[in-house]
């Protein structure tokens, strides 16, 4: 597992695309420079090299030699990925020869950053699906409200193919949320994961678009079978054949039971006990995954004089809380469906669930040109 990273590269572009990488992975960002790999070598002189290095090499002829001076200064678990211009096969061979972990040709993308660093972690990079966990601190911060439209965004706006899976069992709202009739097949699903096919998966599916798909139930209180312990590890795997993305909103009681995810988001309020128990479960999952985990902040000023200050939340846990969705009348009581689409990518709710999918996710709404702006 990477804990620390760091870059020293001239492109622009590419010094763009590892701030942004590693911001979105919770990484430090201090020693993401613009340099190359002279700057690197003289920078580790006394210090402690990171998990990861990423360095631009500007002169192929003097390639070889810089890469060993750099590695008399780096310590025997540092992982090397080097950039440039060149895209000469032999050029290529020989700095892979040298013990390089990988070459990216400038300007690096953020995607091929992260295959690249996925491909080091030994994980598959060709794995499309991405799989996002969104909990509350507490019960009415609003966590359903955020599924929804993070999951109305990444189907209609970013055009993914997107599950909602609803770890709530007793009191799922899914269904009613998007206009839906309610679906209680998905209940076999959780009784027993392992005899799930593509056949009943499609069965217990409620399809709300092309690209939008419910795994929900709100059932009786009395109708509730015992649900198995592996249900939602075994369904996840399933829905990463058939799906860009899974969103799933987890019940806070159920953080044991957690699939393999690639973001996590904890939704909470101002209040005292809920930013008391955001606290705790950040802890939690940090010292448990080590992954990616961001804070929402919703319904701020729904409660004006008793809210703690975001500020409180980032002096403890140490990292910036950076999305505060205002409270609004516009976020509740919306059709989630086509019908009031233009309506809803409008809210305060959903421009911080956009800046959340380029930071998170990189899924990034086009910039238009000066020209395209005045062209209307």
Not at 20 to 43: E, M, P, Q, V
Request: proline share 3%; hydrophobic share 40%; glycine share 6%.
């Amino acid at each position: 597992m990477l804990n620390t990273i760091a870059a020293f590269v001239k492109d622009k572009d590419t010094h763009k695309a590892v701030l942004l990488y590693a911001k979105s992975h919770s990484f430090a960002t201090d020693a993401i420079k613009l340099g190359d790999i002279k700057t690197a070598t003289n920078f580790y002189k006394t210090k402690k090299t990171p998990d990861l290095l990423i360095v631009e090499v500007t002169n192929q002829e003097k390639a070889a030699t810089e890469l060993a001076n750099l590695a008399n200064n780096c310590d025997e678990n540092t992982n090397v990925i080097v950039v440039g211009d060149s895209n000469d096969f032999s050029f290529v061979k020989q700095l892979l020869d040298l013990g390089v972990a990988e070459y990216l040709l400038n300007p690096v993308s953020v995607e091929h950053l992260e295959n690249s660093i996925l491909k080091i972690q030994g994980v598959n990079p060709t794995k499309k699906c991405k799989t996002t966990i969104v909990a509350g601190s507490k019960g009415g911060v609003g966590t359903s409200t955020v599924v929804a439209n993070l999951a109305g965004l990444l189907a209609n706006k970013f055009g993914k193919k997107t599950a909602v899976f609803d770890g709530n069992y007793k009191f799922g709202c899914f269904n009613s949320l998007f206009g839906q009739d309610i679906n209680n097949d998905f209940l076999e699903v959780l009784k027993d994961p392992k005899r799930v096919d593509e056949v009943l998966l499609k069965r217990v599916a409620t399809v709300v678009n092309d690209n939008l798909s419910l795994f929900a139930i709100e059932p009786e209180l009395n109708a509730l079978p015992p649900i198995h312990r592996d249900a939602i590890p075994e369904f996840a795997k399933l829905l990463n054949d058939n799906f860009d993305h899974i969103i799933m909103d987890l019940d806070r009681r159920n953080l044991d039971q957690l699939p393999d995810f690639d973001n996590l988001i904890i939704v909470t309020d101002l209040s005292f006990v809920g930013v008391r128990d955001t606290v705790r479960i950040y802890d939690f999952l940090k010292n448990e995954t080590g992954k990616n985990i961001q804070i929402i902040v919703n319904k701020k000023g729904a409660i004006k004089t008793l809210e703690i200050e975001p500020t409180e939340i980032e002096k403890v846990i140490g990292t910036e809380v950076k999305y505060k969705v205002p409270f609004s009348k516009e976020v509740f009581g919306l059709d989630y469906g086509d019908a009031s689409y233009k309506k809803y990518v409008k809210s305060s709710m959903s421009e911080e669930l956009i800046k959340l999918c380029c930071d998170s996710f990189y899924y990034c709404e086009e910039k238009k040109g000066f020209l395209s702006k005045l062209i209307k």
